[in-house]
Structures are given as C-alpha cells and as structure tokens.
C-alpha cells in the first residue's frame, strides 16, 4: 500500500517545491535536493507525515469531535468543499473571518442569522410585508453570508483540528487556531514555515492533483474514524402495561412535619381504637361503685 501511494505520490507531483530563492531555512529537514533552482522535497518526510496526520485524524474523530478544512486558494477550494462534504466535516473556502475561532460566539450569531433569513424568504410574508429596497438588502445579506460561512453553518461548537492548505496563505486561521491550542495538520511547501503545524505534510501546495491527493486521504481517516465510533445507546420507551404490571410504591401522606405512610398510620389508628374500647366500661359491667350511697349527698350544717 505504501509503494502505491508512492507512486500516485510522484505522478501528483507532490514533491515539487518553490524556487530556490524563496525557500525557508526551517524546512532544510525536509528537502531532498535542487533541481534547475527548484527544491525537490524528500518524499519520505511527505508519506511519513500524511500517516502521522491519517491516525491522528482517525483516533480524533472516533472520540466524537469534528475537523475543519481551511483551504482558500484558488486551486483548493473545489477540492476542500468536494472532500468535506463527503465527509460530512466543516470547511472553509472563500475568505477566513477574523474571529471564527476565537469569536466563535458571533460567527455563530451571523449562521443563526442565516437561517432566519432563509426561513423569512420561504415564508408568505416575503411577498407582501417588505418592500423591493428591503427584499434587495436582505437578498444581498443573504448572499454574503452564504458565502463565507455555508461551510460552518452546522458547527456548534469548535473544531478540534484543523487541514490547512498554504500555511502562509491560512495565517490567521493557523494563528487561531495556535491560541486556542488547536492542533494544525498543515500541507506545507518549500516557503512555509513547519513550526506552524502539529503535524507538517510537506509537500507541493500549488498543484490541485497534490492538493486532492493528501486532502482525500484525510478525509478517508475522517470517514474511518467516524466508523470507529461506539453506536449511540437507544432510549426505549416503558410502555404502559409494563409500568402498571410493576408493584406501584407505597404512597406518603403528610401530617404536618410528620410523614407518614398508609400502613404505619392505619396500624396506628387501630391501636389507638383498641385503646379506647379498653378504657371505656361496658353498660353490663359492674362499675364497682354503690349507686345508692352515691345518691345521698352529706346535708349541710
């Protein structure tokens, strides 16, 4: 498997770098050589990195988080929306805001907002309570944030790593995503800088045949790690001959600060009755006292 994705490696041309001049220092690790003032970037580092990124994506996604595709380049931003679509992962493709990370409340506003005026056109009241001007603005909202945020409408909450093509064109993405400890899994060339990325794929960033290549391979590790994930547990509901077949508890009555249950106070009102019948003298029974004497009342003196 590995001396296949080699090969496809080659013919994508992934191991073309920028010009010699505008190579950085720091990815001299990661160069094999120069050819006709182009670096040739060590295919080794590159196969190494993409299985070090496909693990790492696979055992994040199998715990349940989610990862976000950043790719706004001209040659990437077809195959960014392709893969994480197919994936069902969140992704960006026209324009990084300021903040999508670590302003996520309002960027999560603006895609409540989305959907409000996507629900306020399909409803009858587009057609008789605005005017033109006021369905122009709103349609002209609606576009604008299509288009920037389609791709994270359906994030609620942050990502938990990022796939970023271009370290210097995704800077500020990179640069949020480093604030919030975020872990980056970066397609790098010759003029990057690798101290960006947790995991750095070194590699021909220009080139769409490259781009897709290491992009569907992520995405193939997304769709593995969502495999991987244990099956939700099913809440079945108690059907009701089920409950009432089960012996209902005691119920309690209150008295007061007393509580009490049924059988303690009904044991209890017995004993007391028993009590009372004692105590009380039947009409038969002698009481032991002479009636007679007890008529005679002592006379006055």
Excluded at 80 to 94: D, K
Aim: charged content about 30%.
């Amino acid at each position: 498997m590995a001396s296949t994705l080699v090969r496809e490696m080659l013919d994508a041309g992934i191991h073309f770098g920028n010009h010699a001049s505008r190579w950085n220092p720091k990815m001299k690790p990661y160069i094999y050589g120069k050819r006709n003032s182009i670096h040739i970037i060590d295919i080794r580092e590159t196969l190494r990195g993409l299985l070090r990124a496909q693990k790492f994506i696979t055992r994040t996604v199998a715990q349940g988080n989610d990862i976000l595709f950043v790719g706004t380049k001209r040659q990437a931003r077809d195959i960014i929306r392709e893969q994480a679509e197919r994936c069902g992962m969140h992704y960006v493709t026209e324009r990084w805001l300021g903040g999508t990370l670590t302003n996520y409340r309002t960027i999560r506003s603006r895609t409540q907002r989305l959907s409000e005026l996507e629900t306020l056109m399909v409803s009858p009241q587009w057609e008789t309570g605005f005017s033109k001007k006021m369905k122009s603005t709103l349609s002209r909202e609606l576009e604008k944030i299509q288009k920037n945020l389609t791709g994270i409408r359906r994030m609620s909450r942050l990502p938990s790593a990022l796939v970023v093509v271009d370290v210097r064109k995704e800077h500020n993405a990179v640069r949020e995503a480093r604030a919030l400890d975020i872990p980056t899994i970066c397609l790098i060339d010759t003029d990057g800088d690798p101290d960006l990325a947790s995991i750095p794929i070194p590699g021909n960033d220009d080139g769409m045949r490259a781009i897709e290549l290491v992009v569907s391979a992520l995405a193939d590790a997304v769709e593995e790690g969502k495999r991987a994930r244990p099956p939700e547990p099913v809440q079945t509901a108690v059907a009701p001959q089920d409950a009432a077949a089960g012996t209902p508890p005691s119920r309690r009555r209150r008295r007061g600060s007393e509580v009490r249950t049924e059988p303690a106070a009904a044991r209890e009102a017995e004993g007391a009755a028993a009590g009372v019948a004692l105590a009380t003298p039947s009409a038969a029974e002698p009481t032991g006292v002479d009636t007679a004497s007890a008529d005679q009342t002592p006379a006055k003196v």
